[in-house]
């Protein structure tokens, strides 16, 4: 059960990561589906903290032992496990590879069943994008390692 004060400070994490969800561009046309459907599962949730794919819009929740992906487009909500997820970093900036598709990447997954996995991916084409992928993963080491 929740105290007067974490059910304020669960209150203002939702509302945070609503927050910045409306301030993603591809985020724009599902904000009623986070703001009605998504709120509505988080209501008591204490959030850790969260994360947002700018490219596709879909977004990650941090909770106290497990995270939940958010794919408006597909209208689909997935619960995983904290133990069920890992993260791989792939700096490719000092390999001179045409093969590589990213010269920076982070990707926090699962190994679950087909259709079920988590990958939930950021990728950086251009040096100044990498600061700000190392602080997400940051975050996200330190959720894991929590």
């Given at each position: 059960m929740h105290t007067g004060t974490e059910?304020?400070?669960s209150?203002?994490?939702?509302?945070?990561?609503?927050d910045a969800v409306s301030n993603q561009k591809e985020c724009k046309e599902h904000l009623q589906w986070y703001n009605v459907d998504v709120a509505a599962m988080l209501e008591g949730c204490s959030i850790k903290g969260h994360s947002i794919n700018p490219e596709n819009g879909s977004a990650v929740i941090f909770l106290k032992e497990s995270v939940v992906v958010c794919d408006a487009k597909k209208g689909r909500l997935q619960h995983y496990p904290r133990g069920m997820v890992h993260c791989f970093v792939d700096d490719n900036r000092l390999k001179v590879?045409?093969?590589?598709?990213?010269?920076f990447s982070v990707e926090l997954f699962s190994i679950s069943p087909r259709e079920e996995e988590?990958?939930?991916?950021?990728s950086c084409q251009h040096e100044h994008?990498?600061?700000?992928?190392?602080?997400?993963?940051?975050?996200?080491?330190?959720?894991?390692?929590?």
């Open positions: 059910s304020a400070s209150q203002l994490r939702v509302q945070e990561f609503l590879s045409e093969a590589a598709d990213a010269l988590l990958c939930h991916l950021l994008e990498i600061p700000a992928a190392q602080q997400e993963v940051s975050r996200w080491l330190g959720w894991l390692n929590g």
